[in-house]
C-alpha cells in the first residue's frame, strides 16, 4: 500500500498563523512570522481555509522568508509545491503561478507547500476583486524535530 506521507499530507503540527479574519477590500493580510527551528521536513506545508463568503472575489497565499526574522523575501514560484486537488498528485507540467492555482474564490481549503531555505516565513493573504466579505484562516503543518 502506498502511503503519501510528504508535508502536503501531514497534520501533526498545525499552528495557527492567521486567525479566522473577516476582509472586506483588496488588501494583503499579514499572517504571523513563524520559526522553522524545529521543522524536521524539507517541505513545509501552509493551509488556508475561506470558511465564509460573500459576494465575489479571491484570495491567495503570498509566501515570505527571512534568515533573521526583520527582512522577508517573497518565497519564488521554484520553491512552491502545489498539488491537484482532485488527484492528490503534483501537476506535470509544474504550474508557472503556483500560488495562483492555490487560489479561492468560494469556501474550501487548499494548500500550498515551500521547499523549507531559511529559518522563518510569514504568510500573506492577498485578495483580489473582493465586493462582500471573506472569512479566512491560515496554519502551517509540518513534521516538527525533537526539541532538546
Do not use: W
Not at 512570522?33 to 481555509?49: E, G, K, N, P, R
Not at 482532485?86 to 503556483?98: A, H, I
Not at 487560489?103 to 510569514?122: D, E, I, Q
Request: hydrophobic content about 35%; glycine content about 6%.
Amino acid at each position: 500500500m502506498y502511503i503519501n506521507a510528504d508535508a502536503l499530507s501531514k497534520m501533526n503540527d498545525a499552528p495557527q498563523l492567521l486567525p479566522t479574519t473577516v476582509i472586506t477590500t483588496n488588501t494583503t493580510t499579514l499572517g504571523a512570522l513563524h520559526d522553522l527551528s524545529y521543522c524536521a521536513d524539507q517541505i513545509v506545508s501552509v493551509v488556508m481555509t475561506v470558511s465564509a463568503m460573500s459576494g465575489t472575489g479571491s484570495v491567495k497565499l503570498l509566501l515570505n522568508k527571512s534568515d533573521d526574522g526583520a527582512t522577508l523575501t517573497t518565497i519564488n514560484n521554484d520553491d512552491l509545491r502545489v498539488k491537484d486537488p482532485t488527484t492528490g498528485y503534483y501537476p506535470n507540467p509544474e504550474p508557472s503561478d503556483k500560488a495562483a492555482v492555490a487560489a479561492l474564490s468560494g469556501v474550501g481549503t487548499v494548500k500550498l507547500g515551500f521547499v523549507k531555505t531559511a529559518k522563518y516565513f510569514r504568510p500573506s493573504v492577498v485578495s483580489t476583486g473582493i465586493t462582500g466579505s471573506v472569512s479566512v484562516s491560515v496554519i502551517v503543518q509540518y513534521e516538527k524535530r525533537e526539541q532538546h
